[in-house]
């Protein structure tokens, strides 16, 4: 055990943020501490951190461990540049080597006792350095900061300049390096493109350390903890295995606590009426049995109504109307800031009912191409087309399509005059803003709570084609999931930019990455766009890579081009494709287990436990004679397969 959290209470005013909250921290364990917003995580992290002090309860951490805590927010000040800044985690390691060097120089024109104190001291400096890795510090220093994103170029910026994304990326950068025995982060993937973010995920899984992590990327949890604690109701219930596995788990509790309290509520009822009919009666005998009957339901230790009865946020996207087959026609597009090209000849074209996500490294230009096709940014070049009866709807991540003047039932009154105030205060109660919040002005708003609003905007515009710009940022796990089902429930287009990779999985039909100023297409979700990307270089892959790219990049008239492909056997033949990828991997995956079997059948028939037991030596050699006739089988297939794609 590294941490030990134990019936910690803590209330601001009369709200009970966290009641009786018990769990522990294991040494190398990686856990996800997971709940709603306003669940109360931070606080805990800063409980924990002893920034905060709980009302009841403990918190022990384990005797010399180090704790180091990443917040969502950093304050990371002064004249140092990144690099420096950095840098600065390996001083004293530094300082070893730079002490090293200066011995060694010295025992050159050194003598006697002075020279025997100077060889001593350089053992000792020499083997500490090695102990503290030294001769790898730099290579790390260097490695960490590539794998957060940060290339040379950013190097020597100051800290002074730097966004508040860099900052926290900054930050990480310094916690990863001084290795603590117990790192707590809180959405430490917030500000990392994809790529940094897959870092990360191998950075934490092969850590020695412990990890305790707050993060609604429940892609990354997935990748990385095992095991989840989710803060609900002001408590903590503990689930082992990663979010998926807790997202199974907690589904059949919530079953059961709706199938509980259900029944709990229908026997109230039935006790209820029977009162009712027994006083209706007025009779002295009657009467008292149904007084009998209230002390028995005052006695009654009633269920609390499951959380997702309260879930709250009700989204339905509903198109107004049916649009064209072409939905979105882009043709050679290209934009440059400055002298920083960002794309050109991007040739694109969507189709009705397809679910479109936008990827790429930050800084590629994703945001830019969704407001040229607004029309919030004017490219240099190039053109984007509507088709027939395109109606448009845009979620802004900047979240600045409001009138900051505005409370949110004006905002919602003016953007759409015809409804009436009851229907104004229905909206909003759906999304979450009851009684008085109706009333609060934009400006006041959180960003989760601009994001509601946003999504609720959406809902009412009834567009055919929604352009949304991180739509999953500020939102909970639980608003994920609800506009996952909204989109996948959604007979509209959908074209969005998300770092969200489980949002992308779910929702996606085909995912697109702007990547060295072009786009590249790929049919599927999020897997499947890895798993082509990660066999490409296979020879079966090598055909439909091609066309897919030159499909979205050959000229300016690759959208008439495209159009001329029969949809449906195009589709057909990428099914046929990921069909033939995945048998491939399955003989491969066949492979590599009878291989490996057949390698421990081989060690244990040597063993002296078995080599004379005839009974046993019979049996690993009818199991060794199968596993050869099932190994030639699917090296012959895969061979057929693979030579012949």
Known sequence: MILSVSNIDKSFGD????????????????????????????TLFKIIMGELSADTG???????????????????????????????????????????????????????????????????????????????????????????????????????????????????????????????????????????????????????????????DRYFLNKIVTKVVELERTKAMVFPGNY???????????????????????????????????????????????????????????????????????LKLTPHMESGNDVLIISDLAKSYNAQKLFEHINLLIRKGEKVALLGDNGTGKTTLLKIVRGLVQPDAGTVRFGAKVYVGYYDQEQQNFNEQNNLFEEISDAYPGMSNTEIRNTLAAFCFTGDEAFQPISSLSGGERGRLSLAKLMLGEANLLLLDEPTNHLDILGREILEDAINAYTGTVFYVSHDRYFVNKTATRVLELTRSTILSY????????????????????????????????????????????????????????????????????????????AEIDELMVSPEICTNSLRLSELTAEKEALDEKLLEAMTEWEELTSTN
């Open 15 to 42: 709200a009970a943020v966290l009641t009786g909250v018990c769990f522990l921290v294991n040494e190398h364990e990686k856990v996800a501490l997971i709940g709603r917003n306003g669940a109360g995580k931070s």
């Open 58 to 216: 403990t918190v022990t951490v384990s005797r010399d461990a180090h704790i180091g805590y990443l917040s969502q927010h950093q304050d990371i000040t002064g004249d140092r540049t990144v690099f420096e800044e950095v840098h600065s985690v390996k001083d004293r390691v530094f300082a070893m080597e730079a002490r090293m060097r200066l011995l060694e120089e010295n025992m050159k024109h050194a003598e006697g006792d002075a020279l025997d104190a100077m060889y001593r001291e350089y053992n000792a400096v020499s083997h500490e350095f090695e102990q503290a890795g030294g001769y790898a510090a730099e290579s790390e220093v260097v490695g960490v900061l590539r794998g957060l994103g940060f290339d040379e170029s950013n190097w020597d910026k100051r800290a002074s300049v730097l966004s508040g994304g860099q900052k926290t990326r900054v930050a990480l950068a310094k916690l990863l390096l001084e290795a603590p025995d117990l790192l707590l982060l809180d959405e430490p993937t917030n500000h990392l493109d994809l790529n940094s973010v897959a870092w990360l995920e191998t950075f934490l899984s092969n850590y020695k350390g412990a990890v305790l992590i707050v993060s609604h």
């Open 244 to 314: 998926d596995e807790f997202a199974a788990k907690k589904a059949m509790i919530r079953d059961a606590e709706r199938k509980a309290y259900e029944k709990q509520q229908a026997e109230i009822h039935h006790q209820e009426e029977v009162i009712a009919k027994l006083r209706s009666f007025g009779r002295e005998k009657q009467i008292k049995r149904a007084e009998s009957r209230v002390k028995m339901l005052e006695k009654i230790d009633r269920l609390e109504k499951p959380a997702e009865e309260e879930s709250g946020m009700v």
């Open 523 to 598: 049919d599927g979700n999020y897997d499947d766009y890895l798993a082509f990307k990660e066999r490409k270089e296979a020879a079966v892959f090598g055909a439909p890579l091609t066309e897919n790219t030159a499909a979205v990049n050959k000229s300016s008239s690759a959208p008439e081009t495209e159009s001329k492909l029969d949809w449906k056997e195009q589709k057909e033949a990428q099914a046929q494709q990921r069909k033939l990828a995945n048998r491939i991997a399955a003989l491969e995956k066949t492979i590599e287990e009878c291989e490996s079997r057949i």
